[in-house]
């Protein structure tokens, strides 16, 4: 309805043009907007007061002249003039009517827009190190991302799921290192495991799958191995200092080749891990981009050839540094340390230039909230290497805290002490997941409620969602037990007869739903579509539980039919987005 609105007020703004009311070179950003208050209208625009000055006439003024070349429409009961020059717009009974016979004719398809139409959105979402299976934490990100990946798409953009695999750095040797240890610990030797390696029950399976297919090719002297190393932490050292040294050792006894072997190895098991997770949690990736690719390529080079050849970079303590501060960070950023090293962050940088080179319009990524120190000088970089930095955005999202009862669940990856995200799905599952993890904005702190999650009750929202769906089913089934059959024709002929209060605000909230997903898609925000979704429940339940759907009358009975069929179809359409099912019974 606000497609066919702004159309029409369009017309009237081309006949005001055509007899000289309007300069002819004067254009209006059409916005219609829905009524914010009961007796303000269906739907408002602000466009007469837009255009008043440049006009050169008071806005209720050229309000009423909008208002005078505005072509009827059928759905349009009136028009008038409000405040300082707003224009409301009354519908008629028949407009809400109208949204039956849409819903249940474009089926899947209803609720689509074309807003995004020929806009390229990159989408980058979760992206955890792997050094280790998810957790409860990166299921959040995960939920959100595939949320907003589809709700994009039904906004019409063109949308590609990415993952970038950080398979480069020393994260991956400590990988390395923290598998030979718990190998070299199942072949007998004996050894000190460092304070700064990881620590999970994941380590030793990957260890104990390396001795079965490797038997002792990577045995090394644990004596050898671990002599004269520099004090850890606990020792009274550097936890840094120690496992740099273990990493060292390691690749010098073991040899390049072999080392990087058992490298590989440990990347393999846990990626492999990860894409299991995703995939069972209805999560898929267009690209899983390789941190390691960005090296090979020269991409990291020629990123910073390209900083350097326009004077961002300096050297400074032999390390080469960008610039940032210049471009609003709050310091300067190492990008080659005095080693020779390459720095994350100059990865980071190739890795969003690379993004923007490859035409996409905007690019988004789904950050941890612990990442919020990296946006500033990752846009700073873009800046300076001559894009628009805008066409970046960035959403940090906040941590989820389990709760089991009264006991919050620790999720350290280094100690092992995390709750797993398939953990967290076998006990809830899936599609209470899904759900918790988008109805919060990703930015607020988000208290995951286990035994909500797990209940059949109207307080755990995604039960009350599907529920409704479970319901609609249901009654269509007493309907084909009880002898009689729909009739959607006789259904829509009778379609005026749905005047209870209930059936009038479902007829509402079914009129909502492209809008709603229109306005999500724009504001990247998945939340929305749950909230809507509760509320459309809400308003089935009620209507459920006031009146009778299988009544004698065939006229009556199949227009409430249609009604609650564009129901069930609209929260399967809203469901499908948030990547949660709906199921036909419960």
Same mark, same amino acid.
């Given at each position: 309805?606000?497609?066919?609105?702004?159309?029409?007020?369009?017309?009237?703004?081309?006949?005001?043009?055509?007899?000289?009311?309007?300069?002819?070179?004067?254009?209006?950003?059409?916005?219609?907007?829905?009524?914010?208050?009961?007796?303000?209208?269906?739907?408002?625009?602000?466009?007469?007061?837009?255009?008043?000055?440049?006009?050169?006439?008071?806005?209720?003024?050229?309000?009423?002249?909008?208002?005078?070349?505005?072509?009827?429409?059928?759905?349009?009961?009136?028009?008038?003039?409000?405040?300082?020059?707003?224009?409301?717009?009354?519908?008629?009974?028949?407009?809400?009517?109208?949204?039956?016979?849409?819903?249940?004719?474009?089926?899947?398809?209803?609720?689509?827009?074309?807003?995004?139409?020929?806009?390229?959105?990159?989408?980058?979402?979760?992206?955890?190190?792997?050094?280790?299976?998810?957790?409860?934490?990166?299921?959040?990100?995960?939920?959100?991302?595939?949320?907003?990946?589809?709700?994009?798409?039904?906004?019409?953009?063109?949308?590609?799921?990415?993952?970038?695999?950080?398979?480069?750095? $020393?994260?991956?040797?400590? /990988?390395?290192?923290?598998?030979? %240890?718990?190998?070299?610990? =199942?072949?007998? *030797? !004996? #050894?000190?495991?460092?304070?700064?390696?990881?620590?999970?029950?994941?380590?030793?399976?990957?260890?104990?799958?390396?001795?079965?297919?490797?038997?002792?090719?990577?045995?090394?002297?644990?004596?050898?191995?671990?002599?004269?190393?520099?004090?850890?932490?606990?020792?009274?050292?550097?936890?840094?200092?120690?496992?740099?040294?273990?990493?060292? $050792?390691?690749?010098?006894? /073991?040899?390049?080749?072999?080392? %990087?072997?058992?490298?590989? =190895?440990?990347? *393999? !098991? #846990?990626?492999?891990?990860?894409?299991?997770?995703?995939?069972?949690?209805?999560?898929?990736?267009?690209?899983?981009?390789?941190?390691?690719?960005?090296?090979?390529?020269?991409?990291?080079?020629?990123?910073?050839?390209?900083?350097?050849?326009?004077?961002?970079?300096?050297?400074?303590?032999?390390?080469?540094?960008?610039?940032?501060?210049?471009?609003?960070?709050?310091?300067?950023?190492?990008?080659?340390?005095?080693?020779?090293?390459?720095?994350?962050?100059?990865?980071? #940088?190739?890795?969003?230039?690379?993004?923007?080179?490859?035409?996409?319009?905007?690019?988004?990524?789904?950050?941890?909230?612990?990442?919020?120190?990296?946006?500033?000088?990752?846009?700073?970089?873009?800046?300076?290497?001559?894009?628009?930095?805008?066409?970046?955005?960035?959403?940090?999202?906040?941590?989820?805290?389990?709760?089991?009862?009264?006991?919050?669940?620790?999720?350290?990856?280094?100690?092992?002490?995390?709750?797993?995200?398939?953990?967290?799905?076998?006990?809830?599952?899936?599609?209470?997941?899904?759900?918790?993890?988008?109805?919060?904005?990703?930015?607020?702190?988000?208290?995951?409620?286990?035994?909500?999650?797990?209940?059949?009750?109207?307080?755990?929202?995604?039960?009350?969602?599907?529920?409704?769906?479970?319901?609609?089913?249901?009654?269509?089934?007493?309907?084909?037990?009880?002898?009689?059959?729909?009739?959607?024709?006789?259904?829509?002929?009778?379609?005026?007869?749905?005047?209870?209060?209930?059936?009038?605000?479902?007829?509402?909230?079914?009129?909502?739903?492209?809008?709603?997903?229109?306005?999500?898609?724009?504001?990247?925000?998945?939340?929305?579509?749950?909230?809507?979704?509760?509320?459309?429940?809400?308003?089935?339940?009620?209507?459920?539980?006031?009146?009778?759907?299988?009544?004698?009358?065939?006229?009556?009975?199949?227009?409430?039919?249609?009604?609650?069929?564009?129901?069930?179809?609209?929260?399967?359409?809203?469901?499908?987005?948030?990547?949660?099912?709906?199921?036909?019974?419960?």
């Amino acid at each position: 309805m606000k497609d066919q609105l702004a159309q029409l007020v369009q017309q009237a703004l081309d006949a005001l043009r055509q007899d000289g009311t309007l300069p002819a070179e004067l254009r209006a950003d059409i916005q219609i907007e829905r009524g914010r208050a009961k007796g303000h209208g269906d739907y408002s625009t602000n466009v007469a007061m837009q255009l008043a000055k440049p006009a050169r006439r008071s806005p209720r003024e050229l309000g009423q002249a909008i208002l005078a070349k505005l072509p009827a429409h059928e759905h349009i009961e009136r028009a008038e003039i409000a405040g300082p020059g707003f224009i409301n717009f009354f519908l008629s009974p028949a407009a809400a009517f109208a949204v039956v016979r849409a819903v249940n004719e474009a089926g899947a398809r209803y609720g689509l827009s074309r807003v995004g139409a020929d806009q390229r959105i990159l989408l980058e979402f979760v992206s955890a190190n792997p050094t280790g299976p998810l957790h409860v934490g990166h299921g959040r990100g995960a939920a959100f991302g595939a949320a907003l990946a589809n709700l994009l798409t039904s906004a019409g953009f063109r949308v590609q799921r990415e993952y970038y695999v950080n398979d480069a750095g $020393r994260q991956m040797d400590i /990988l390395a290192v923290s598998v030979l %240890l718990r190998y070299l610990e =199942i072949l007998g *030797e !004996a #050894i000190r495991f460092p304070d700064n390696g990881y620590r999970g029950e994941y380590i030793r399976e990957i260890a104990h799958d390396l001795q079965t297919r490797f038997g002792a090719r990577f045995r090394l002297a644990a004596e050898e191995f671990m002599s004269a190393l520099p004090a850890d932490a606990s020792q009274g050292g550097d936890r840094e200092a120690h496992v740099d040294a273990l990493i060292r $050792r390691a690749k010098t006894l /073991l040899g390049e080749n072999a080392y %990087l072997e058992l490298q590989q =190895i440990g990347l *393999e !098991a #846990i990626l492999t891990d990860i894409r299991e997770d995703l995939t069972e949690l209805g999560v898929s990736y267009d690209e899983w981009f390789s941190e390691r690719a960005l090296l090979t390529n020269g991409a990291v080079e020629r990123a910073i050839d390209r900083l350097e050849a326009q004077g961002h970079l300096y050297t400074h303590d032999g390390a080469l540094w960008f610039r940032s501060s210049a471009f609003g960070d709050e310091k300067d950023r190492v990008v080659r340390r005095s080693d020779g090293e390459i720095t994350y962050f100059a990865s980071d #940088i190739a890795y969003h230039m690379d993004k923007l080179e490859r035409g996409f319009n905007v690019a988004i990524n789904i950050w941890g909230a612990d990442h919020h120190g990296y946006v500033a000088r990752i846009k700073a970089a873009l800046s300076a290497l001559g894009y628009d930095s805008d066409r970046l955005e960035i959403r940090l999202v906040q941590f989820a805290n389990l709760y089991r009862g009264a006991e919050r669940l620790s999720m350290s990856t280094r100690s092992g002490e995390f709750v797993s995200l398939r953990a967290l799905r076998e006990e809830v599952g899936n599609d209470a997941a899904r759900f918790f993890y988008v109805i919060r904005r990703p930015e607020q702190h988000l208290d995951f409620d286990l035994e909500l999650a797990k209940s059949e009750s109207a307080d755990n929202p995604v039960y009350y969602i599907q529920y409704a769906h479970a319901r609609i089913c249901s009654v269509m089934s007493q309907l084909e037990a009880r002898g009689l059959s729909h009739d959607p024709a006789l259904g829509f002929k009778a379609i005026e007869r749905l005047t209870q209060p209930h059936e009038q605000r479902l007829l509402a909230e079914l009129g909502r739903y492209p809008e709603l997903v229109e306005t999500a898609a724009l504001a990247h925000e998945p939340h929305q579509l749950g909230h809507y979704l509760r509320e459309l429940a809400n308003a089935f339940h009620t209507y459920y539980n006031a009146h009778p759907f299988l009544v004698d009358s065939p006229a009556l009975r199949n227009a409430r039919l249609n009604l609650i069929l564009a129901t069930r179809q609209i929260l399967r359409n809203g469901l499908t987005i948030l990547g949660v099912s709906a199921p036909e019974s419960m």
